[in-house]
């Protein structure tokens, strides 16, 4: 890991990260085949197994650092590998609680899942529900200014974060991010659901999810009308989205997981089809600060990834300009595909 974040900053440094990477990739193929033998330290006589950790750690290491020396290198085999084993793990869990520290298998699932995450924007296809949709919108998170004792439980419970950096409160701001950024994917990919929130326009059937007759009616209504879906709906998330990072300074030990959610916010800041000066004005600000933010990034996490973010903010961003009055822009995840900006983003 070392020497790839050397790579990412002294290209001379390249070819012998490369190498060392693929010795701790043996390294880990040993100990995954001991595994599979039944010979690895952590297998017990009985049959169960204690939790690995090196091994996970290496395994996570090498997965999210690969694309540190070769942006588009999304180190897919070593998640593989890792799913592979979490899914023992979790299994032998259910099937004898206790068996291995639970906590920590905690930690390393939720890894499995962000790094999912990312990988999902990169290489798998979008999969939505409307009915999701409806718990998006009923999770926000609420960020206390000062510490608040009546504060939801679940900001209370993330206590001391250990780092002086990173209070509780950033994670929380951006967990909000998150989930705003996962909303905006949303309402791009399926502009019906946007549609069906803008005033007026928002009938509901049975606790708020929509029969797909009524949303397949409001997605042709909608297809004559896709400026007024970005400029009363997308492009105000996307601004309200960087209201909500603007409260995370950009020293914050968090940093390492923003990337993505600066290109999920550049998605909606299209320019609005009628000129109103206040709107390209909010719009203009909002991509400076984007483009000030992934700077900051790039000199202060490994560039490589960093670089490709702004690529491709910039390459959709051009897009969005090129998209004549009254039409729906081209969607990022094609511009991302067209142009081959592809790394793990966070």
Not at 35 to 49: F, T
């Amino acid at each position: 890991m070392s020497a790839a974040f050397l790579a990412s900053r002294d290209p001379n440094v390249r070819q012998p990260a490369l190498r060392l990477m693929r010795r701790a990739a043996d390294y880990a193929q040993v100990e995954l085949g001991m595994m599979r033998m039944a010979v690895h330290p952590s297998e017990n006589r009985n049959g169960s197994m204690a939790l690995p950790t090196g091994l996970l750690f290496s395994l996570f290491g090498l997965g999210t650092t690969v694309c540190w020396v070769d942006a588009r290198s999304l180190g897919l085999p070593f998640f593989r590998e890792t799913r592979r084993l979490l899914a023992r793990l979790n299994r032998q869990q259910r099937i004898s609680p206790g068996a291995v520290d639970a906590e920590r298998l905690e930690f390393f699932n939720k890894c499995m899942t962000y790094c999912d995450m990312l990988l999902s924007v990169v290489h798998d296809d979008v999969v939505a529900d409307k009915c999701l949709e409806e718990q998006l919108l009923d999770a926000e998170i609420e960020v206390p200014t000062v510490p608040d004792p009546d504060a939801p439980n679940s900001l209370r419970s993330l206590g001391d974060t250990g780092d002086s950096r990173t209070p509780p409160s950033h994670l929380a701001l951006i967990a909000e991010a998150y989930r705003l950024s996962s909303l905006l994917v949303l309402y791009e990919t399926f502009p019906s659901l946007g549609f069906l929130r803008l005033p007026g326009r928002a009938p509901t059937e049975g606790g708020g999810c929509l029969s797909n007759a009524v949303s397949d009616a409001f997605s042709l209504s909608l297809a004559g009308s896709p400026a007024v879906l970005w400029q009363e709906w997308i492009t105000p998330l996307s601004l309200h989205l960087l209201q909500v990072l603007e409260r995370i300074p950009p020293t914050s030990g968090s940093r390492v997981i923003q990337p993505l959610l600066y290109i999920c916010a550049s998605t909606g800041l299209r320019q609005p089809d009628m000129t109103v000066e206040a709107e390209l004005a909010k719009v203009s600000q909002g991509r400076n600060f984007i483009m000030q933010r992934l700077t900051i990034l790039e000199s202060s996490l490994p560039p490589t990834p960093v670089r490709v973010a702004k690529e491709l903010v910039r390459a959709i961003w051009r897009a969005h300009d090129a998209t004549p009055p009254g039409t729906t822009p081209v969607h990022w995840i094609n511009v991302m595909e067209v142009n081959d900006l592809r790394s793990m983003f966070g």
